[in-house]
Nanobody, 121 residues
């Protein structure tokens, strides 16, 4: 079971990025997938999650209307489309898989390595 996050980079405020989370060894659509982020000196924060049953999504208030999470079952990949990025979005972003539809990290069992997102002019 392996998750691999990619797509991070340096972007100017107001810009966009799309993060990808690819899975190997299991089907993503059978698990709740969450995106989390951790900024230097801060705790890991749940950003969004997508349900395994109906594909419904949930977002932390600070990214609502700017971030969109989606899943491509054929590619066994989950995406996080990020728009109108702000400097406070700067963090290492992680994807994780778990059995429970929750924004809380302890509910997730498998974690990918992080991808750095830096929003700066």
């Amino acid at each position: 079971v392996q998750l691999q996050a990619s797509g991070g980079g340096l972007v100017q405020p107001g810009g966009s990025l799309r993060l990808s989370c690819a899975a190997s060894g299991f089907r993503l659509d059978r698990w709740v997938i969450g995106w989390f982020r951790q900024a230097p000196g801060k705790e890991r924060e749940g950003v969004s999650c997508i349900s395994s049953s109906d594909g419904s999504t949930n977002y932390v208030d600070s990214v609502k209307g700017r971030f969109t999470m989606s899943r491509d079952n054929a590619k066994n990949t989950v995406y996080l489309q990020m728009a109108s990025l702000k400097p406070e979005d700067t963090a290492v972003y992680y994807c994780a898989a778990g059995p429970t539809y929750s924004p809380l990290a302890p509910y997730y069992r498998s974690w990918g390595q992080g991808t750095q997102v830096t929003v700066s002019s």
